[in-house]
């Protein structure tokens, strides 16, 4: 199954459960999780770790946490970055000493060497820790057994390739395109940056980067390196290619103050609100949607049955302990039925929008 067919990944979206009924259900089919939890079950305390709630992502993310530790009864924080290292890990070690080590941690780190110190911190304390996007490529899982769970991603570089490759066709496929980065020595970013040379690649010279800069996954260092080449490339701008959607977005505005909002098209990763509802507008030319929601909940649904006795994570497959998610190309061809069809999860089926064992490239 492709990872980028909307039609076929929306297949596997299941219902959410809700509330005290649908967890009931769940208790009685024996699934993982329902109101029966033991009296220690809820003594753990879930947390999710990330940049910043201001993005739409991360905040789609983080509520995502919050729901699962609902329908658990478990108490829930929020730990924020700053795009900070020293202090998302401060605040980490400061949770876990608050906790007692008693801690089920979900981490889009910083920085990729972040998560080592992490991943070690939580497993000297005795808590449990999933990590998104962002690890060493010689940092695994079952290395750390048991309390290093799973590492989640998603494989950027097709899903940039694919996204790239609907921009050219907005245009033509013919011209020059400007493109934005994110934080250099992210994965994302790296991979990103990766799928989008194998575009221009691959239209065999029809397609010209006149620049690219990293504007740091920030809304507004896009805008205003989108206002600079505005005045300094003019009508050579045939397209945006913006590693995220908030950076798409801050490009979007600048197009917008100059007129050329839907004359120059955009696109961007995450799927947020505003850039589905730009490809709607006719501004984005698509996004990729991750699935926040997913990702914040199921970061924490997993080490949760890990840490109640529910999974023995050292006996599972290494496609269970490294994986990818499930991409959804989002365009003006596939935005009706991608709005149709919102995302829910299913908080007892750990992998069943998992797409495979996640490959390093060098």
Do not use: C
């Amino acid at each position: 199954m492709s990872k980028f067919d909307w039609q076929k990944a929306e297949v596997s979206r299941r219902a959410l459960l809700k509330g005290a009924a649908g967890l009931g259900a769940a208790g009685a089919l024996g699934l993982p999780f329902g109101p029966q939890a033991r009296a220690e079950e809820t003594t753990w305390t879930l947390a999710n770790s990330m940049r910043s709630l201001a993005n739409p992502y991360h905040a789609a993310f983080a509520k995502g946490g919050e729901e699962f530790a609902k329908s658990v009864g478990a108490k829930y924080e929020q730990l924020v970055t700053e795009g900070n290292s020293q202090k998302g890990m401060s605040d980490i070690r400061a949770l876990l000493q608050r906790t007692g080590g008693k801690l089920i941690l979900n981490v889009d780190p910083n920085d990729s060497p972040d998560a080592r110190v992490i991943v070690e911190e939580v497993q000297k304390a005795g808590g449990y820790v999933v990590t998104q996007w962002n690890k060493p490529n010689d940092l695994h899982p079952w290395d750390h057994n048991p309390n290093y769970v799973a590492h989640m991603s998603f494989d950027g570089v097709p899903a940039a390739k694919t996204i790239a490759e609907a921009l050219f066709k907005s245009f033509g496929g013919e011209g020059g395109i400007v493109a934005i980065g994110g934080i250099l020595s992210n994965v994302p970013a790296i991979e990103r940056k990766l799928g989008l040379d194998q575009a221009i690649e691959a239209s065999g010279g029809k397609i010209k980067l006149l620049d690219f800069q990293p504007a740091d996954w920030n809304e507004q260092k896009a805008f205003e390196i989108m206002q600079a080449w505005i005045t300094r490339f003019g009508d050579d701008i045939k397209g945006v290619f913006a590693a995220n959607d908030g950076m798409g977005v801050g490009a979007l505005e600048a197009l917008r103050q100059n007129g050329l909002a839907g004359k120059v098209q955009v696109v961007g990763l995450d799927g947020i609100e505003a850039a589905v509802a730009a490809v709607e507008a006719g501004e984005f030319a698509g996004t990729v949607a991750w699935d926040p929601m997913w990702t914040g909940g199921m970061g924490l649904a997993i080490p949760y049955a890990v840490a109640t006795g529910k999974i023995d994570i050292a006996k599972e497959p290494k496609e269970h302990r490294e994986f990818y998610g499930t991409a959804i190309i989002v365009t003006k061809d596939t935005v009706a039925g991608y709005r149709a069809n919102p995302g829910k999860v299913d908080f007892n089926d750990f992998w069943g929008k998992a797409t495979g064992q996640i490959q390093y490239r060098s």
